[in-house]
């Protein structure tokens, strides 16, 4: 019963113009919002059935399986975005923060200097560069790869929440110095 669900959802949802790839992808992202990363991921995967080089979907898979400590399964659909989009900085990110997790440096130190070359913002750059420097302590803890990985996570997307209100303000600021001009209205009356 449920499979036929299933059909038909993905056939309402092609007739109405949209794969079912897209609508995966879609159901993924809201998953994804909502914190529910398991489901997000089976979203993900089922978007990846339909269309295996779904770039969107292969980053979003490897997001969703960090996020919910499947670290290996992160670096595989990470690895794979990387290999389409070899110039990604959310896939180094992210592929540099698994390999932070499974305590592989090496690897986080190729993936964040990558990244540390792609980044525009100053305070992400310097984060980074702060992260790369630890790698060379010695003995780091589970706890302390945790803590940096969390760390460079969150401070990215502190970076990526202010840059986005910054660009809302200037289409704010935009909008307001835009005036139409008035319109006049003519009487259409006669004066006999």
Same mark, same amino acid.
């Given at each position: ?7 038909? #959802?993905? @056939? ?22 909502? @914190? ?10 089922? %978007? ?5 080089? !779904? ?13 919910? @400590? ?16 070899? !110039?990604?900085?959310?896939?180094? #990110?992210?592929? %540099? ?45 589970? !706890? ?49």
């Amino acid at each position: 019963m449920s499979r036929h669900w299933l059909g038909m #959802l993905i @056939g309402l949802v092609c007739l109405a113009g949209c794969s079912a790839s897209t609508a995966f992808y879609l159901q993924g992202n809201r998953a994804m919002a909502a @914190g529910d990363y398991d489901r997000a991921a089976q979203a993900f995967s089922s %978007a990846l059935i339909e269309n295996p080089q !779904h770039v969107g979907a292969l980053l979003a898979l490897g997001i969703a399986n960090y996020r919910r @400590g499947a670290f290996d399964a992160a670096v595989d659909a990470l690895e794979r975005a990387q290999s389409l989009v070899p !110039h990604d900085p959310s896939a180094r #990110l992210y592929l %540099a923060l698994a390999s932070l997790r499974l305590g592989r440096l090496d690897r986080t130190r190729e993936q964040l200097q990558g990244f540390l070359a792609q980044v525009p913002s100053l305070r992400v750059r310097e984060q980074t560069a702060r992260t790369i420097a630890l790698l060379d302590e010695a003995n780091l803890s589970d !706890h302390v790869r945790e803590y940096m990985a969390h760390s460079l996570e969150q401070g990215v997307e502190r970076e990526q929440a202010l840059e986005s209100l910054a660009q809302r303000v200037r289409t704010l600021e935009v909008e307001a110095l835009y005036r139409p001009p008035p319109q006049i209205i003519q009487s259409t009356r006669c004066r006999c």
